[in-house]
């Protein structure tokens, strides 16, 4: 077998489902899983097209008309124009958009800056494509922001791209359009594609909405936008995402994608089409009520002992249980066997994220309640074992 394949590990983040699901009476707080249905107006427009018989395959790049609602959500959202015809890809969800765009530009033994902690995938698919990861770790007190300070000091000869996964999957950090212009300085002076990883852009809090990269002066024509259905249209098992990007770039990425896929989901994508044209208003909706949860787990966490950063974005906390005495995954294993509440250790997503946990708030009030007060529960137990330090 190939020795890079099998050097490779299995996602941490899984680990701890597959132990919730062998188990009785756990709350699951490990997976970023939205607990809304798909709202029905979409879901009809997916009944539809196969009650028509609409199950042929689609073209490589995906339905004309979804790639053209694509452009338009970017337009209205963002600001920033793309042509439908030659800078869109639809794919099978937004992480095989990541795995062609590295795959695309990274050839063996270019360095990729990776920010960390960040959502699992960027690393090994790095070193699959025969690329080198450099880990930049993001600091809780820059609220998990990647500085200029911290990029130009990771950055070599042999660097070609940046990674930049804001919203962040494990932190909930976001960077802002001042944060993203000092990036865009350097990235400019160095000559680096980015790869940006927006699939949260719409589930952002505070009042600030999420700006793209792509946005910003003179980053269109070098960035690789990746997004995708699943968080804000609550579609993860429709599984489909997109690449946005530079002519030249996503064509290649189409040919790769030929080959190995041919294309993405013929239902998903008319259901889709119906959730860029009338769906703004189920984000929003679903928007507010994560803010709602946010808020509660934040809080929570913090009246029981443990500090938490704030999240801007995305729908995890990532707070600190340093003072537990525990490591990460020592927290998780004895939360899981003897409260039956299921997070993720914070080493899932980087060596960095030692003395973190991740906890998704994609479930219901009742659940993050009751989670809450098991967790509770769980701490208080450690303290009274002589374990905070």
């Given at each position: 077998m190939n020795d890079r394949i099998q050097k490779v590990k299995p996602s941490g983040i899984r680990r701890f489902f597959d132990i919730a699901n062998e188990m009785d009476h756990v709350i699951s707080l490990s997976i970023g899983e939205p607990d809304f249905s798909t709202p029905w107006h979409v879901r009809q427009a997916g009944i539809e097209s196969l009650e028509k018989g609409r199950t042929w395959y689609t073209p490589n790049r995906g339905f004309a008309e979804l790639r053209q609602e694509i452009c338009n959500y970017f337009q209205r959202r963002f600001h920033v124009s793309y042509d439908a015809s030659s800078d869109v890809l639809v794919t099978?969800?937004?992480?095989?958009?990541?795995?062609?765009?590295?795959?695309?530009?990274?050839?063996?033994?270019?360095?990729?800056?990776?920010?960390?902690?960040?959502?699992?995938?960027?690393?090994?698919?790095?070193?699959?494509?025969?690329?080198?990861?450099?880990?930049?770790?993001?600091?809780?007190?820059?609220?998990?922001?990647?500085?200029?300070?911290?990029?130009?000091?990771?950055?070599?000869?042999?660097?070609?791209?940046?990674?930049?996964?804001?919203?962040?999957?494990?932190?909930?950090?976001?960077?802002?359009?001042?944060?993203?212009?000092?990036?865009?300085?350097?990235?400019?002076?160095?000559?680096?594609?980015?790869?940006?990883?927006?699939?949260?852009?719409?589930?952002?809090?505070?009042?600030?909405?999420?700006?793209?990269?792509?946005?910003?002066?003179?980053?269109?024509?070098?960035?690789?936008?990746?997004?995708?259905?699943?968080?804000?249209?609550?579609?993860?098992?429709?599984?489909?995402?997109?690449?946005?990007?530079?002519?030249?770039?996503?064509?290649?990425?189409?040919?790769?994608?030929?080959?190995?896929?041919?294309?993405?989901?013929?239902?998903?994508?008319?259901?889709?089409?119906?959730?860029?044209?009338?769906?703004?208003?189920?984000?929003?909706?679903?928007?507010?009520?994560?803010?709602?949860?946010?808020?509660?787990?934040?809080?929570?966490?913090?009246e029981m002992g443990l500090s938490c950063f704030e999240p801007e974005g995305a729908f995890y906390v990532f707070p600190c249980i340093k003072s537990t005495g525990l490591s990460s995954e020592e927290f998780c294993e004895r939360l899981i066997y003897s409260e039956r509440v299921a997070v993720v250790p914070g080493t899932a997503f980087g060596e960095c994220g030692e003395g973190f946990i991740r906890v998704s708030y994609s479930y219901s009030l009742k659940h993050l309640t009751e989670a809450l007060g098991r967790m509770k529960r769980f701490v208080a137990s450690l303290r009274n074992e002589g374990g905070e330090k």
């Amino acid at each position: 077998m190939n020795d890079r394949i099998q050097k490779v590990k299995p996602s941490g983040i899984r680990r701890f489902f597959d132990i919730a699901n062998e188990m009785d009476h756990v709350i699951s707080l490990s997976i970023g899983e939205p607990d809304f249905s798909t709202p029905w107006h979409v879901r009809q427009a997916g009944i539809e097209s196969l009650e028509k018989g609409r199950t042929w395959y689609t073209p490589n790049r995906g339905f004309a008309e979804l790639r053209q609602e694509i452009c338009n959500y970017f337009q209205r959202r963002f600001h920033v124009s793309y042509d439908a015809s030659s800078d869109v890809l639809v794919t099978v969800g937004g992480s095989e958009a990541i795995d062609l765009a590295i795959r695309t530009i990274i050839a063996p033994g270019d360095e990729v800056l990776i920010p960390q902690p960040c959502f699992v995938c960027y690393e090994p698919m790095v070193q699959m494509a025969q690329g080198v990861p450099v880990i930049i770790e993001t600091k809780e007190e820059n609220s998990f922001r990647l500085t200029p300070e911290e990029l130009l000091s990771h950055i070599s000869p042999k660097t070609k791209m940046l990674i930049l996964p804001y919203p962040n999957n494990p932190t909930g950090g976001v960077m802002r359009r001042q944060d993203l212009e000092k990036v865009a300085e350097i990235v400019r002076e160095r000559n680096l594609f980015v790869l940006s990883d927006e699939i949260y852009g719409e589930l952002t809090y505070g009042g600030e909405p999420h700006v793209s990269f792509a946005e910003v002066q003179d980053m269109k024509e070098r960035t690789v936008v990746i997004s995708g259905f699943s968080k804000a249209y609550a579609m993860t098992g429709w599984r489909l995402g997109y690449a946005l990007g530079p002519s030249p770039i996503i064509g290649q990425m189409t040919k790769l994608h030929q080959y190995a896929i041919m294309s993405a989901p013929t239902t998903a994508q008319y259901a889709a089409i119906e959730a860029l044209k009338n769906g703004d208003e189920d984000i929003e909706y679903m928007r507010r009520q994560y803010d709602m949860r946010r808020r509660l787990l934040v809080d929570g966490l913090r009246e029981m002992g443990l500090s938490c950063f704030e999240p801007e974005g995305a729908f995890y906390v990532f707070p600190c249980i340093k003072s537990t005495g525990l490591s990460s995954e020592e927290f998780c294993e004895r939360l899981i066997y003897s409260e039956r509440v299921a997070v993720v250790p914070g080493t899932a997503f980087g060596e960095c994220g030692e003395g973190f946990i991740r906890v998704s708030y994609s479930y219901s009030l009742k659940h993050l309640t009751e989670a809450l007060g098991r967790m509770k529960r769980f701490v208080a137990s450690l303290r009274n074992e002589g374990g905070e330090k």
